[in-house]
């Protein structure tokens, strides 16, 4: 049963592969049904398969299957190989069944759109990659499977690409994440030179035999990888592009700028994590990016109009929480998170994406209002997701997910009280501007009228995910003592001073105290709201957050603007310069020879006789 | 008697003349190996103008239906009127 792991990567493939050759010739619900049916294939034998690793474990509780051999070049040998272990499969399970019920989603939402069949191919082409990605055995195909995922990312952004603004941020998105790409890749090469292998599980074992603690190639190449997955999980520095990658049909963000792609940067690092253990500068650098990714991005969604960029910026903040417990040696807590945001970051993005269909693509969440009643399914599940994602206690997953982190930078070996109160103030946020986002779009007068309400293949998908959203956080003894096969325990190193109940207890209380204050911001009293942006300073910090802290006001003037400077100045090629004036040379000299041709044959004769005169002239006298 | 037919063949624009200049000029060619064979004693200035005879013979059959030729096409024999193949 294990054996039939192939399967899992290949059929999305294959469907891609079937719906880009023939996709125009099949009908809606034919594309659909391959589109769909194809994940949902996959899903099941992801689960067929998780049922035979957890009942009969493999040696070494790991199994790997080497389909071929890619390329085979003086010693250099990657093949192409799945690699399951705890984590892996963990992953891949989340991926193919979230992936499965957003593509049922959007089998109903992208209905009306041209492109239908394009849509899917592109879809299954992103959950084929994810999954090689995931599987791989080596750091070669991981690179591919990273690359095909940020291929996809990059069409579907641009999906509706009649709209040059979309094909705008398709183009920021690849560019951006393409800088951590190419750190990524020097990663690569610097292990390849100095270890001799790009097989991960050899190369992690070669690492920690050859490398001691703290030794410059572990710092540099976990500094490279760490760019890699700053660059795709959109961290600090490079957040900038996945608040535009909005741009894409919605389905397209709850899945991939949301719940799976932008999360293989913390796949990558609890993959290699050996290389993070060696270089605890690395590792402490993941915490602090990390860290101030979270407090960022929570201040920038406070201040977001549009409904999906909130949410964008709230994926931002929840996986720098991810990236802070990478840092301080929390791994499991990392992956629980990842699995819990999958489920609740999905559904909001659907229920977003259901709002915004009712009303007929309107994105400002100051021109919604009042949905409750209107659209109640939405409503609760929104508020599911929404409360997971804010931390209610005690029966939300996003609450045990993220407080297991929080607690954990303060008791975890790396951890320090400086990361716990930022996942204290992030957890604060994260309260308010999930609440502020619930109260504007379902409290209050009606904005605007509701037009389309969702069928059944929307909403069945919501409620399942609404459901995981709450019941996920029972995962977590399981799912921990599972993942610890794969990933090193996390060492408890800070006793005292606090207690995971304590830290429990305050996070509990800053949910509350950001829900109260939503509260009076957002539905008690609006007008508060404006006079808190009314003054100077307010109005300063607003604009300043609005525009992601001016990230993309530097990275205009430090690289585009000179880019474009060099590009213009250099519009006329100066190396074609040359060779234009060859040709400009040699142009003259034909005409001046041409007018000589007056097809008068004395003047010919006569030029004859000049020359002969001439030639014998210097025969004689020379 | 060279530069003479070159002359001719420069200043007349008539092709009957041109082509008179031309045989002038032959003629002073010939004059020259026929003289330089009979300064030196050997035969050959006297072989190499009798081939000129029979080249300039023939040329002027060629020349002559050329001009012909010309004539009945362009009603004249103004060499500098026939300036088509002008660059």
Same mark, same amino acid.
């Given at each position: 049963m294990i054996s039939w792991m192939w399967l899992i990567p290949a059929l999305p493939f294959a469907s891609a592969l079937l719906l880009v050759l023939f996709g125009t010739r099949f009908s809606r619900r034919a594309a659909a049904a391959v589109g769909v049916g194809s994940i949902g294939l996959s899903a099941l034998?992801?689960?067929?398969? #998780?049922?035979?690793?957890?009942?009969? !474990? !493999?040696?070494? $509780?790991?199994? *790997?299957?080497?389909?071929?051999?890619?390329? $085979?070049?003086?010693?250099? &040998?990657?093949?192409?190989?799945?690699? +399951?272990d705890a984590l892996?499969?963990?992953?891949?399970?989340?991926?193919?069944?979230?992936?499965? /019920?957003?593509?049922?989603?959007?089998? @109903?939402?992208?209905i @009306?759109? @041209?492109?239908?069949?394009?849509?899917? #191919?592109?879809m299954n082409l992103f959950v084929a990659s994810m999954i090689t990605l995931l599987l791989? $055995? $080596?750091?070669?195909?991981?690179?591919?499977?990273? &690359?095909?995922?940020?291929?996809?990312?990059?069409?579907?952004?641009?999906?509706w690409y009649r709209d040059p603004a979309n094909g705008r941020a398709a183009r920021k998105a690849f560019i951006v994440t393409r800088v951590g790409d190419s750190a990524m890749m020097l990663a690569l090469f610097l292990l390849f030179t100095s270890l001799g292998t790009l097989q991960i599980q050899d190369l992690m074992q070669r690492a920690s035999e050859q490398w001691h603690l703290g030794s410059t190639y572990a710092l540099a190449a976990a500094l490279l990888l760490l760019g890699g997955a700053v660059g795709k999980s959109a961290q600090l520095p490079l957040q900038v592009w996945l608040p535009d990658a909005?741009?894409?049909?919605?389905?397209?963000?709850?899945?991939?700028?949301? =719940?799976?792609?932008?999360? =293989?940067?913390?796949?990558?690092? =609890?993959?290699?994590?050996?290389?993070?253990?060696?270089?605890?500068? =690395?590792?402490?650098a993941v915490a602090v990016v990390g860290a101030a990714t979270l407090l960022l991005a929570g201040f920038?969604?406070? *201040?977001?109009?549009d409904i999906k960029r909130v949410l964008a910026y709230s994926t931002v903040s929840q996986i720098g929480y991810m990236f802070l417990a990478l840092g301080v040696g929390a791994w499991q807590a990392a992956l629980f998170h990842f699995v819990t945001h999958a489920f609740f970051k999905a559904l909001l993005f659907l229920g977003a994406g259901v709002i915004i269909e009712a009303l007929h693509d309107e994105h400002s969440i100051f021109k919604m209002g009042g949905l409750r009643k209107e659209m109640p399914v939405a409503f609760w599940t929104f508020v599911m997701a929404g409360c997971s994602l804010a931390g209610l206690p005690f029966i939300t997953a996003g609450f045990f997910s993220k407080d297991l982190i929080i607690w954990e930078t303060w008791s975890a070996q790396g951890g320090h009280p400086a990361f716990w109160v930022a996942g204290m103030v992030g957890a604060l946020l994260t309260s308010l501007y999930t609440f502020r986002l619930i109260f504007r779009v379902f409290f209050g007068p009606l904005g605007t009228p509701v037009t389309k309400r969702p069928g059944y293949a929307m909403t069945i998908p919501l409620g399942i995910l609404a459901f995981l959203a709450i019941v996920g956080g029972y995962l977590k003894e399981p799912l921990l003592g599972f993942l610890h096969s794969a990933l090193p325990e996390t060492i408890e190193a800070r006793v005292g001073g606090l207690t995971e109940t304590g830290s429990e207890a305050i996070a509990g209380l800053l949910?509350?105290?950001? +829900?109260?204050?939503?509260?009076?911001?957002?539905?008690?009293?609006?007008n508060l709201a404006d006079s808190l942006v009314a003054n100077p300073v307010g109005r300063a910090l607003h604009q300043w957050w609005f525009a992601d802290w001016g990230f993309d006001w530097i990275y205009d003037k430090a690289f585009v603007q000179p880019f474009t400077w060099v590009a213009n100045v250099n519009k006329s090629d100066f190396v074609d310069g040359f060779y234009t004036g060859v040709a400009r040379l040699t142009e003259l000299f034909y005409r001046g020879l041409s007018s000589t041709q007056t097809g008068r044959v004395r003047w010919y004769a006569a030029g004859m006789?000049?020359?002969?005169?001439?030639?014998?002239?210097?025969? /004689?006298?020379l | 008697m060279f530069s003479l037919g070159l002359t001719g063949l420069l200043v007349r624009r008539n092709l009957i003349f041109v082509l008179m200049s031309l045989e002038v000029m032959l003629n002073a060619a010939g004059l020259a190996f026929v003289v330089a064979g009979s300064r030196w004693h050997q035969a050959d200035g006297q072989v190499v103008f009798l081939f000129i005879l029979a080249m300039a013979a023939s040329e002027v059959a060629v020349g002559l239906a050329l001009v012909l030729q010309i004539y009945r096409r362009f009603k004249t024999l103004d060499v500098d009127a026939l300036s088509a193949m002008r660059g």
């Amino acid at each position: 049963m294990i054996s039939w792991m192939w399967l899992i990567p290949a059929l999305p493939f294959a469907s891609a592969l079937l719906l880009v050759l023939f996709g125009t010739r099949f009908s809606r619900r034919a594309a659909a049904a391959v589109g769909v049916g194809s994940i949902g294939l996959s899903a099941l034998v992801t689960i067929l398969v #998780a049922a035979s690793f957890l009942s009969a !474990p !493999p040696a070494g $509780n790991s199994y *790997t299957q080497v389909l071929w051999t890619w390329i $085979n070049v003086a010693g250099f &040998e990657p093949q192409i190989g799945l690699y +399951l272990d705890a984590l892996s499969l963990v992953m891949v399970l989340v991926v193919t069944f979230v992936g499965f /019920l957003i593509h049922i989603y959007s089998a @109903e939402f992208m209905i @009306e759109d @041209e492109g239908y069949s394009r849509f899917f #191919a592109y879809m299954n082409l992103f959950v084929a990659s994810m999954i090689t990605l995931l599987l791989a $055995n $080596n750091l070669l195909l991981l690179l591919l499977g990273w &690359e095909g995922v940020g291929l996809c990312s990059y069409l579907l952004i641009g999906f509706w690409y009649r709209d040059p603004a979309n094909g705008r941020a398709a183009r920021k998105a690849f560019i951006v994440t393409r800088v951590g790409d190419s750190a990524m890749m020097l990663a690569l090469f610097l292990l390849f030179t100095s270890l001799g292998t790009l097989q991960i599980q050899d190369l992690m074992q070669r690492a920690s035999e050859q490398w001691h603690l703290g030794s410059t190639y572990a710092l540099a190449a976990a500094l490279l990888l760490l760019g890699g997955a700053v660059g795709k999980s959109a961290q600090l520095p490079l957040q900038v592009w996945l608040p535009d990658a909005m741009a894409g049909p919605t389905p397209t963000s709850a899945l991939i700028h949301a =719940a799976t792609m932008v999360t =293989a940067g913390v796949y990558l690092i =609890a993959r290699t994590h050996v290389l993070f253990s060696l270089a605890p500068a =690395a590792q402490l650098a993941v915490a602090v990016v990390g860290a101030a990714t979270l407090l960022l991005a929570g201040f920038s969604a406070l *201040t977001q109009h549009d409904i999906k960029r909130v949410l964008a910026y709230s994926t931002v903040s929840q996986i720098g929480y991810m990236f802070l417990a990478l840092g301080v040696g929390a791994w499991q807590a990392a992956l629980f998170h990842f699995v819990t945001h999958a489920f609740f970051k999905a559904l909001l993005f659907l229920g977003a994406g259901v709002i915004i269909e009712a009303l007929h693509d309107e994105h400002s969440i100051f021109k919604m209002g009042g949905l409750r009643k209107e659209m109640p399914v939405a409503f609760w599940t929104f508020v599911m997701a929404g409360c997971s994602l804010a931390g209610l206690p005690f029966i939300t997953a996003g609450f045990f997910s993220k407080d297991l982190i929080i607690w954990e930078t303060w008791s975890a070996q790396g951890g320090h009280p400086a990361f716990w109160v930022a996942g204290m103030v992030g957890a604060l946020l994260t309260s308010l501007y999930t609440f502020r986002l619930i109260f504007r779009v379902f409290f209050g007068p009606l904005g605007t009228p509701v037009t389309k309400r969702p069928g059944y293949a929307m909403t069945i998908p919501l409620g399942i995910l609404a459901f995981l959203a709450i019941v996920g956080g029972y995962l977590k003894e399981p799912l921990l003592g599972f993942l610890h096969s794969a990933l090193p325990e996390t060492i408890e190193a800070r006793v005292g001073g606090l207690t995971e109940t304590g830290s429990e207890a305050i996070a509990g209380l800053l949910f509350l105290v950001g +829900l109260y204050f939503a509260y009076l911001f957002h539905l008690q009293k609006r007008n508060l709201a404006d006079s808190l942006v009314a003054n100077p300073v307010g109005r300063a910090l607003h604009q300043w957050w609005f525009a992601d802290w001016g990230f993309d006001w530097i990275y205009d003037k430090a690289f585009v603007q000179p880019f474009t400077w060099v590009a213009n100045v250099n519009k006329s090629d100066f190396v074609d310069g040359f060779y234009t004036g060859v040709a400009r040379l040699t142009e003259l000299f034909y005409r001046g020879l041409s007018s000589t041709q007056t097809g008068r044959v004395r003047w010919y004769a006569a030029g004859m006789a000049a020359g002969s005169v001439l030639f014998v002239a210097m025969v /004689l006298f020379l | 008697m060279f530069s003479l037919g070159l002359t001719g063949l420069l200043v007349r624009r008539n092709l009957i003349f041109v082509l008179m200049s031309l045989e002038v000029m032959l003629n002073a060619a010939g004059l020259a190996f026929v003289v330089a064979g009979s300064r030196w004693h050997q035969a050959d200035g006297q072989v190499v103008f009798l081939f000129i005879l029979a080249m300039a013979a023939s040329e002027v059959a060629v020349g002559l239906a050329l001009v012909l030729q010309i004539y009945r096409r362009f009603k004249t024999l103004d060499v500098d009127a026939l300036s088509a193949m002008r660059g």
